[in-house]
């Protein structure tokens, strides 16, 4: 009874191609989450201060760009850059998450700045 307006649904090439363009969606998503895992370096937030922040070196594959530093910008402060490393500090335990979510950014360690 269901499945008859399900397969005529699944009949017109709108609905194929929407359903194709979530799942492409979905795979993306997946393989985002997935290599974020590695990015982040096993000491990242050992050291916090007192509101639960803590200074990160954001390497990237190339040297940043404006767009690159204004997107960083959203998660901590800009202390400088050194060739294709970003020194950011007063990030959120959050703000290390939603880098690391970022397919433009290579690797995320502590940082090595006093």
Avoid: C, N
């Amino acid at each position: 009874m269901m499945r008859e307006p399900l397969r005529r649904a699944w009949r017109m090439p709108t609905i194929r191609r929407l359903a194709v363009i979530v799942v492409l969606v979905l795979a993306y998503q997946v393989w985002l989450g997935v290599q974020a895992a590695g990015k982040v370096g096993p000491d990242v937030g050992d050291e916090r201060d007192a509101r639960g922040r803590f200074a990160v070196d954001v390497e990237l594959d190339f040297p940043p760009e404006r767009y690159h530093i204004l997107e960083l910008q959203k998660h901590g402060r800009i202390a400088g850059t050194t060739g294709k490393t970003v020194h950011l500090r007063s990030v959120s335990p959050a703000g290390v998450d939603a880098l690391a979510h970022q397919y433009w950014i290579a690797r995320i360690g502590t940082s090595t700045r006093s």
